[in-house]
């Protein structure tokens, strides 16, 4: 009797992974792209603010590459996971709009940002003391500029790796690169990062 | 300026230095960069600054979206679903 009851508990109903929902999406189940989205929508969110460095662009880059997301699902081969997929989708949707903006503005990637406060209103909230606070601000605020300062092929791989914590070896396939390039570029996106952030060091 | 003699190996200690940050190096690249770095100052200093900045990126929390943000995701998301979904059935 006992076990009989044991049969009937309902076992936990186990999260859709990624790639099941990506096989409905493209079964034409706009619920599942939904579903998708929900997933990553603060991660493509980071992705794009920390390359564009304002909340407008940012926004809009990030609808757009959802946009192309859904567009291009049909041809997703599951070749490598829906999340790096995405990823290069986001990064070169923000890329495109870093080019067309430094063009006619000529904006140097190593002016500051947050100038309007922006990031500061999305910080965690620190409240142990108004200075460390400020601190945790200051040192968030430089971290994303010494992040943008990188050259495209050095930034890439410090996002993914250390900002995103995927592995050399996912780094590798995402971005298409060997592992030696892979720990070549991260090495040098380090060492300029160290320069840019020596003084919060 | 020439460097100091005990830093000639730097160089190749690169990618020791990448693996070692990254917990990934075994006990054998470990014990090198130990030696090389017990007499090392620069590549001591190196070691730890470029620790300090792997530990910020990887504290880095990044943002929650703002809730106007996230709505207006949303609401273009379903604008543009919908139309797709329109266009798809007339086809």
Wanted: some cysteine.
């Amino acid at each position: 009797m006992a076990e009989g009851k044991k049969l009937q508990v309902a076992a936990p109903a186990l999260p859709v992974t990624d790639d099941e929902l990506v096989r409905r999406a493209q079964a034409g189940k706009d619920e599942a792209f939904e579903e998708l989205v929900r997933r990553y929508e603060r991660k493509v969110y980071n992705i794009c603010y920390r390359m564009l460095g304002n909340e407008q662009d940012a926004s809009e880059a990030m609808q757009d590459a959802f946009l192309r997301a859904y567009r291009f699902l049909p041809r997703f081969q599951f070749k490598s996971s829906f999340f790096t997929w995405l990823y290069r989708i986001a990064t070169n949707v923000s890329l495109t709009r870093l080019r067309r903006r430094r063009q006619p503005e000529s904006v140097s990637l190593d002016e500051p940002v947050g100038e309007d406060g922006d990031l500061a209103l999305e910080l965690p909230d620190h409240r142990h003391t108004p200075e460390e606070a400020h601190r945790q601000r200051v040192l968030a605020e430089k971290l994303q500029e010494a992040l943008r300062s990188l050259p495209e092929e050095h930034r890439r791989v410090v996002e993914l790796r250390d900002f995103e914590g995927l592995s050399n070896e996912e780094v590798s396939r995402a971005l298409k690169l060997s592992i030696a390039a892979v720990k070549s570029r991260l090495h040098r996106g380090r060492l300029t990062m160290r320069e840019k952030l020596a003084a919060y060091l | 300026m020439t460097r100091p003699r005990e830093c000639r190996d730097c160089q190749k200690l690169q990618d020791l230095i990448v693996e070692f940050l990254d917990g990934e190096a075994g006990q054998e690249i470990s014990s090198r960069l130990m030696m090389h770095i017990v007499d090392c100052r620069e590549c001591t200093a190196l070691l730890h600054s470029l620790n300090r900045v792997v530990r910020l990126c990887r504290a880095d929390p990044g943002c929650d979206v703002p809730s106007h943000v996230h709505e207006q995701l949303w609401s273009f998301l379903q604008t543009r679903l919908l139309s797709r979904r329109r266009s798809r059935r007339k086809a």
